[in-house]
């Protein structure tokens, strides 16, 4: 079975642009969870997705938002970048609620200069 | 609110030297999960194991080790005759029931096994 695949691996991205990451889950796994790593924050939960729907959501501002598709495939989108948003995302999927095991994929590289 | 402390930051070791990592929570709800994963250079995070709230015995795979004690509010982690490739960062989170898949993460643990 094919594990979690994150692209893209590595971006840079410009203060002010915005930028859309894509996340694939494994085969059958209904939810999507995103995180957030940074070295003064460590690992911090964006949100959760679903059945295309945003279950649970963390305490970040409005600029983070994000979708699920039908296939489960899910993207993450970060608009008006800051340079405080350079970080590892890293997004886990699951097979459904009360807190499966979640399988971690690679994780996408953000540099915001 | 749920919170997860890990007082080591980092931890040196020595080669088949025996290791623990400690991992205390905070939470209000009376159902959550405890999870330990580790994190190797590479970055991609690895699951290790799943500890609900209501199963207190202690688990034991291979040279890894878990002991959770509801009283104290820890979930530790022990590694037996420590090998260089268990050189890590390892994170214990945990996950409240009402709240799915919202794991709180402790700051991690780096830990250096030395040949």
């Known amino acids: 079975k094919a594990g979690v695949t994150q692209t893209p691996r590595y971006l840079i991205k410009t203060r002010g642009q915005q930028v859309t990451l894509s996340c694939s889950p494994i085969?059958?796994?209904?939810?999507v969870s995103w995180y957030q790593q940074t070295p003064g924050q460590g690992l911090q939960f964006l949100f959760e997705?679903?059945?295309?729907?945003?279950?649970n959501k963390g305490n970040f501002p409005g600029r983070f938002s994000g979708r699920q598709f039908s296939n489960s495939r899910s993207e993450m989108n970060v608009s008006t970048l800051e340079l405080g948003d350079s970080a590892l995302y890293l997004c886990?999927?699951?097979?459904?609620?009360?807190?499966?095991?979640?399988?971690f994929g690679p994780g996408t590289r953000l540099t915001v200069l | 609110a749920q919170k997860v402390t890990q007082a080591q930051t980092e931890i040196s070791v020595v080669e088949k030297e025996d290791v623990t990592l400690d991992c205390v929570y905070e939470t209000r709800d009376t159902t959550y999960y405890l999870f330990w994963y580790k994190q190797p250079p590479s970055g991609e995070l690895v699951f290790l194991i799943r500890?609900?709230?209501?199963?207190?015995q202690n688990e034991i795979s291979g040279r890894y080790s878990w002991n959770f004690q509801k009283s104290t509010s820890s979930f530790n982690f022990t590694i037996t005759a420590s090998q260089v490739v268990d050189s890590a960062v390892y994170f214990c989170?945990?996950?409240?029931?009402?709240?799915?898949?919202?794991?709180?993460f402790g700051a991690g643990t780096r830990l250096t096994v030395k040949p």
């Open positions: 989170a945990l996950s409240e029931a009402y709240n799915n898949n919202d794991m709180r």
């Open positions: 997705y679903f059945s295309e729907t945003q279950r």
């Open positions: 886990a999927s699951s097979q459904e609620g009360e807190a499966d095991e979640q399988f």
């Open positions: 500890r609900n709230s209501f199963d207190e």
């Open positions: 085969s059958g796994h209904r939810s």
